[in-house]
């Protein structure tokens, strides 16, 4: 009898390659879909390839074993850390620009001075609220730099409401030159790299 007969093998080896499977291809399937939405063509094709070909491989496994309980644990709990680390991953790479509108009932002059200090770029218009006048300010960022915005945003004006939102693509904006405490372990890469340009 072959290592591959025996029941570690087929009850606790087995199941755990599964697993691991799930976690990687449904890792790389949520990288897909953020690199499809930066519009990143060339790459989400090549992690689609790998992310599909895993997933054969494994339901694969599944589909020649369907007697044995462990392979269907092993892919579910697969797919539910896979998520769990995709996650992890995206918030770690933190990649493209995001657009922060920031109101504010308070005198915005000192909140964006000091945005343009740290040389964020911002754009400010008097607006009027539901109940009393207010100030809107606009500033794109790069996504790894928004902690410091927001550190800025709370030491300025704690009250201020703020959203957040993506941004698929930016012609061109003021962004620091210095580099965030938050780095991009593929901002170095040519195909991530967004360049500053000034107006």
Not at 128 to 153: A, H, M, P, Y
Request: overall charge positive.
């Amino acid at each position: 009898m072959s290592f591959f007969d025996t029941n570690i093998f087929i009850y606790l080896v087995l199941p755990l390659m599964i697993f691991v499977a799930r976690i990687f291809d449904v890792s790389i399937g949520t990288l897909r879909i953020i690199f499809v939405s930066k519009g990143l063509k060339t790459v989400a094709p090549i992690l689609g390839f790998f992310e599909v070909l895993i997933w054969i491989i494994a339901i694969g496994k599944i589909m020649q074993n369907l007697d044995n309980l462990a392979c269907y644990i092993g892919y579910a709990a697969g797919f539910a850390t896979g998520n769990w680390v995709g996650m992890w991953l995206e918030e770690k790479l933190a990649m493209g620009q995001v657009v922060i509108r920031i109101i504010t009932a308070r005198n915005a002059s000192n909140l964006i001075n000091a945005l343009k200090d740290a040389g964020y770029g911002t754009t400010s218009v008097d607006a009027q609220g539901s109940i009393e006048k207010v100030s809107l300010i606009f500033t794109t960022i790069q996504r790894n730099d928004l902690k410091d915005v927001v550190t800025i945003i709370k030491l300025h004006n704690p009250k201020a409401f703020y959203t957040v939102e993506d941004v698929k693509f930016v012609s061109e904006g003021i962004f620091p030159e210095k580099k965030s405490i938050h780095t991009n372990p593929f901002k170095e890469l040519a195909m991530f790299k967004y360049w500053r340009k000034d107006k």
